[in-house]
């Protein structure tokens, strides 16, 4: 650890007690190019480190820089992020790649040249130019965000732009004091397993002695935002549909919930439970007719991060016939290079 000149105590104690504690994970090694950093942030947005750290190099050896991602089918692309959700970021990364390889150039590291391209938003753009460029720019992440904001004692709505004025401030001039890519990682593993949003440790956090929030007796309220709304449930009715051919799947379009990723017939509604009939309409337009249940049903539910999914799967067995397009019959080794997500496994599993 490089020793930090001047009046650096707090972040001199934050990088110490990283060299103790600090976690080990794939994307905090050698070599950390942009292009490897811009995956592991797009990965972790919204995504639990433990859920990424075993997607994030079989990424990579599929898609090793920019090239191979821009070049491959979109459909590989999506299957490579199936069980990390909010596909939309598997989108813009190939989008991103595409663009910059088209540009015969690699990823920037002005900020406004960054924040220009697909999916770069204001974090990542800080992400790349701290982590892959050495620049001192703060990543404000939620982590970041609710340390700094506890240790100036300041309350309110992290969210609000004079909080996270205030924070880029109080960090900017930490992150002039060390190495930006070692105190990014220090301050985020310090976010997730110290300093956390509900349960703080202040007992052993290394910012306890200069900390406001401690001082108050109550750090708890600081840096966190109001309790989310409960997410709504939806009631869905998925059919499986096999024939000789195999099952019946169609590709959902590419913008929006779950795009580009592919789809049983279903049916979803915001209050009863869809009935036979319901599904049996949807079965119709796709070109799936007079069919009637084999007797085989199992529940389905997934938990999105706005919405729950709850009802069940009904087995349909009919003979092959034409498809409205998109849809598709599909055998088991055409499903096994398509992107299906993780809502409608259990579609494909029959319920096992």
């Given at each position: 650890m490089s020793q930090i000149p001047g009046?650096?105590?707090?972040?001199?104690?934050?990088?110490?007690w990283y060299d103790e504690e600090g976690r080990d994970l794939p994307w905090r090694q050698d070599p950390r190019t942009p292009y490897r950093v811009l995956i592991a942030e797009a990965m972790l947005q919204q995504t639990r480190a433990e859920t990424v750290a075993p997607r994030y190099e079989v990424f990579l050896q599929r898609f090793p820089d920019l090239q191979a991602l821009a070049a491959a089918p979109q459909d590989e692309v999506l299957r490579s992020w199936e069980g990390l959700g909010y596909y939309a970021r598997a989108r813009n990364l190939?989008?991103?790649a595409q663009m910059l390889t088209a540009q015969g150039g690699g990823l920037p590291a002005d900020r406004a040249?960054?924040?220009?391209?697909?999916?770069?938003?204001?974090?990542?753009a800080s992400a790349l130019r701290s982590f892959a460029f050495g620049?001192?720019?703060?990543?404000?992440?939620?982590?970041?965000?609710?340390i700094a904001l506890r240790y100036a004692g300041i309350p309110g709505d992290p969210l609000d732009a004079a909080s996270g004025a205030a924070a880029r401030k109080l960090l900017a001039d930490w992150f002039q004091m060390a190495s930006p890519a070692q105190l990014g990682d220090a301050l985020m593993d310090l976010?997730?397993?110290?300093?956390?949003?509900?349960?703080?440790?202040?007992?052993v956090c290394p910012l306890q002695e200069g900390c406001a929030a401690v001082a108050s007796g109550a750090p708890e309220e600081f840096?966190?935002?109001?309790?989310?709304?409960a997410p709504r449930t939806r009631r869905i009715l998925a059919a499986q549909?096999?024939?000789?051919?195999?099952q019946a799947?169609?590709?959902?379009?590419?913008?929006?919930?779950?795009?580009?990723?592919?789809?049983p017939p279903h049916v979803l509604s915001e209050e009863d439970a869809p009935s036979l009939d319901d599904l049996r309409a949807q079965l119709a337009q796709w070109g799936v007719e007079s069919a009637e249940p084999a007797g085989e049903r199992w529940p389905l539910k997934h938990v999105f991060t706005h919405q729950v999914w709850e009802g069940e799967v009904i087995r349909f067995v009919v003979q092959a016939g034409p498809l409205v397009p998109p849809a598709r019959w599909l055998d088991a080794r055409s499903i096994a290079q398509i992107a299906v997500p993780r809502a409608f496994r259990t579609v494909l599993a029959g319920g096992k």
């Open positions: 009046n650096g105590g707090a972040v001199q104690s934050v990088l110490r190939q989008r991103l040249a960054l924040i220009g391209l697909p999916g770069v938003g204001e974090y990542i620049i001192p720019d703060p990543p404000l992440d939620a982590n970041l965000r609710r976010g997730a397993r110290v300093c956390t949003a509900r349960r703080p440790d202040c007992a840096g966190v935002r109001r309790p989310k709304a549909i096999v024939s000789p051919q195999g799947w169609r590709p959902r379009p590419a913008k929006g919930m779950l795009g580009g990723l592919w789809e």
